[in-house]
């Protein structure tokens, strides 16, 4: 046939159903299916992200620098975002595709470690004052 359809679907604009129609499963049905497959292959590699408070994590930075910088989440705002303390004291808040779990430690320095300077150093300054 030249135009590839049937008669009826030339008359009618539509296609006509008949009992041999009932033999093809339906759009719907054909469609939860795909949808059932599509959300099992999905959940296979997927894992729940649910952080708590004072866990240590990762959080994704999108100015320059490092791609993801240590912190600790410090405070959770709603179901899926957070509230993460840096470990230069800056708090970001980030939705939980930017979070991730830490498994090693903040490398910190305590607070009452002080650098002084080799120009400033005590043994220096004992040795210039024994003139």
Same mark, same amino acid.
Request: net charge negative.
């Given at each position: 046939?030249?135009?590839?359809?049937?008669?009826?679907?030339?008359?009618?604009?539509r296609?006509?159903?008949t009992?041999?129609?009932? /033999?093809?499963?339906?759009?719907?049905? #054909?469609? @939860? +299916?795909?949808?059932? !497959?599509?959300k099992?292959?999905?959940?296979?590699?997927?894992?729940?992200?649910?952080?708590?408070?004072?866990?240590?994590?990762y959080?994704?930075?999108?100015?320059?620098?490092?791609g993801?910088?240590?912190?600790?989440?410090?405070?959770?705002?709603?179901? /899926?975002s957070?509230?993460?303390?840096? #470990?230069? @004291? +800056?708090e970001?808040? !980030?939705y939980?595709?930017?979070?991730?779990?830490?498994?090693?430690p903040?490398?910190?320095?305590?607070?009452?470690?002080?650098?002084?300077?080799?120009?400033?150093?005590p043994?220096?300054?004992?040795?210039?004052q024994?003139?």
């Amino acid at each position: 046939s030249t135009t590839s359809v049937t008669p009826a679907e030339l008359m009618f604009g539509r296609q006509l159903h008949t009992r041999l129609d009932l /033999l093809k499963p339906s759009v719907e049905t #054909v469609v @939860g +299916r795909s949808q059932e !497959r599509q959300k099992e292959s999905h959940d296979q590699h997927t894992s729940e992200r649910q952080f708590q408070l004072q866990e240590a994590v990762y959080v994704r930075n999108f100015g320059p620098g490092h791609g993801w910088l240590p912190g600790i989440v410090s405070k959770i705002t709603g179901p /899926l975002s957070y509230i993460i303390q840096l #470990v230069d @004291g +800056r708090e970001v808040r !980030r939705y939980q595709d930017h979070v991730r779990k830490r498994y090693d430690p903040i490398p910190v320095l305590p607070e009452t470690t002080a650098i002084i300077p080799p120009d400033q150093s005590p043994a220096i300054q004992e040795e210039t004052q024994v003139d």
